[in-house]
């Protein structure tokens, strides 16, 4: 990566939080999700009538992000290729991310491939204005789901690079995530939260827990 004629590297000694998201800023699915959050965003704001409904969309999404970044992350993302009869079904979301496991260091791996992120944003646009009672409210949720995106992206991005989280929130983020990609890829399933490893049983003491040999292939069978 080069910024001005200087080589950038996210993951070089001494990496500053201006210089990490400079790097961030020059990949591709940063910048689509702040086009798509402002866009969403104005068309909001253009519809108007805005209500207490609004504010429940997005602390009922805050609540259940937790819950929701855990089944994805343990469903979607370790999806293990499977065969029957003699045809074997995969997803590109799990081969992105079983490469992601294989070279944790390789940023080409870091951030949502853009092909997954738009196949997201139509489900999720979809089920929102089936649900949603209003057009109004669905464009509400759906700027509140590119917002949790965006947060995603940053955070998960942060625990990959050589940037030293400088509070305890991040650096909590940072170890945990570590502790997933180099000690168990069975446990600590959050990125951006916790809770839902706390609920479901994943965020066990690291002492207690055997170093994986499977952190790098997600092909554990057992």
Known sequence: MKTGGVTDSPRAPGLTLRGAFRIFWQQQSPRML??????????????????????????????????????????LLHFRPRTFAGLTIDTRAGADHRRHHASPHDP??????????????????????????????????????????????????????????KTRWLQRRQRLHRLHHFKNEQYWMGVTMHAGDILLGTLPDPRAVPTSPNCRTLLRLD
């Open 34 to 75: 702040v086009a798509l959050f402002g866009f969403i965003v104005a068309l909001r704001l253009a519809l108007a009538d805005f209500t207490w409904w609004d504010l429940a969309i997005v602390a009922g999404f805050g609540v259940l992000h937790p819950i929701s970044e855990w089944i994805i992350h343990v469903f």
């Open 108 to 165: 080409k791996y870091w951030f949502i491939p853009l092909s997954s992120a738009l196949v997201a944003f139509v489900v999720f646009a979809t089920i929102a204005r089936w649900l949603a009672p209003s057009p109004h409210l669905a464009v509400t949720v759906m700027a509140t789901v590119c917002a949790l995106g965006l947060v995603y992206e940053w955070t998960h991005y942060l625990c990959h690079t050589s940037y030293r989280g």
